[in-house]
């Protein structure tokens, strides 16, 4: 099991660009969640996909999207890309049916460390 | 809303056991989780503990949650080396998926 991955692992951008992250879950799970780590503080929630669909979201403009595919593995999309906006993108996979029982754990990836020039 | 709060730091020698502790604001938290972070890495989940229970032991590591003073603690025995890292506290809330993270606890292993 390669559990959950992230490419690309490193990404130097430029104000105003936009970006693309990927994801895929470990094995077996359904629902993706993103966070963003700011350097020295805790991962913020982004949003969490279930279904292809957005279940829930955090205090993130829209600027920030996001997509799943039928293979359960997900994209988030930034546009008009700002300074604030360098962090590291971690994705997390879970178990939406059966989480009662796992405690709905979250399993994290290596993460994407952003960069905003 | 939902806030997480941790101590920043904490040194403890090899061999002895450690202590961190967290405190969070919801009331409706089902589950409360311990992460670990090496530098670098992502996070890597370490034990959860559902919020009706008040201690649960996994090996070396043994969390108590205080559901009234909305306190959690992780408890390391034998502190190693290894255990160095930043350790992030997170609870799920009753009202979605989301997991809200405290800032951390960075922990220094002395030989």
Redesign the interface.
């Known amino acids: 099991d390669a559990g ?1 991955t992230q490419s690309p692992t490193h990404l130097i951008k430029t104000r105003g660009q936009q970006v693309t992250l990927r994801c895929s879950p470990k094995s077996g799970h359904d ?1 993706v ?1 993103w ?1 963003q780590q700011a350097l ?6 982004i949003f ?1 996909y279930y279904e292809e669909e957005e ?2 979201r ?1 205090n993130f403009p829209d600027r920030f999207s996001g997509h799943q595919f039928p293979n359960y593995s997900s994209e988030l999309n930034v546009n008009a890309l700002l300074l604030g906006d360098s962090a590291l993108y ?1 994705c ?1 996979s ?1 178990l ?1 049916s059966g989480s009662l029982l796992f ?9 994407t460390r952003l960069t905003v020039l | 809303g939902e806030d ?1 709060e941790q101590s920043l730091f904490l040194s403890v020698r090899e061999g002895d056991s450690s202590v961190i502790n967290c405190t969070y604001t919801d009331s409706s938290s ?2 409360l ?1 311990w ?1 670990k972070q090496e530098p670098g ?5 370490l034990t ?1 503990i ?1 919020s009706n229970m008040d201690m649960k032991q996994d090996q070396r590591l043994t969390v108590l949650l205080n559901k009234k003073d909305k306190h959690l603690s992780l408890r390391i025995a034998d502190t190693q080396t290894g255990d160095s890292a930043i350790y ?1 506290c ?1 609870e ?1 809330g009753a009202a ?9 606890t960075r922990v220094l292993v002395k030989p």
């Open positions: 959950v629902t969640s966070y020295g503080q805790g991962p913020q929630f969490q279940r829930q955090g971690l997390a879970s939406t405690g709905y754990e979250q399993f994290f990836g290596p993460g | 997480v089902t589950y989780y992460y890495a992502g996070l890597q989940l959860y559902f992030f997170a799920r979605g998926n989301k997991l809200t993270f405290g800032g951390g």
